[in-house]
C-alpha cells in the first residue's frame, strides 16, 4: 500500500483516519466510532478507534452507560 502523505479530515474522502485518543491511523474500511470531547470549550464528536472506544467505554459508569442505551435506573422496593 503507498502511503499518503495527506491527510484529509472528511470520512467520506480519506484514505485514513487518525484516533482524537491515541493518534493511530485507520485505514479505508476500517470501524471508527465517534465519542463526545471538548476541546477549547466546546463539546464535539471525535473520531476514536476501536481499541481507544472499548477502553472509554469501560470507564463509564453503569448510570452513565444506561443513560446511553436509553436505560432507566429502578430500586427495588423504592417507592
Do not use: H, Q
Not at 463526545?36 to 476501536?50: F, H, L, S, T, Y
Amino acid at each position: 500500500m503507498k502511503p499518503n502523505l495527506f491527510y484529509d479530515p472528511d470520512p467520506m474522502n480519506a484514505p485514513y483516519m487518525l484516533c482524537s485518543e491515541c493518534g493511530g491511523e485507520c485505514y479505508e474500511m476500517s470501524v471508527m466510532y465517534t465519542w463526545a470531547k471538548k476541546r477549547r470549550g466546546v463539546w464535539e464528536d471525535a473520531p476514536i478507534c476501536v481499541s481507544c472506544f472499548e477502553e472509554l467505554f469501560s470507564e463509564l459508569s453503569p448510570d452513565e452507560k444506561a443513560e446511553l442505551v436509553g436505560s432507566r435506573k429502578i430500586i427495588v422496593g423504592g417507592s
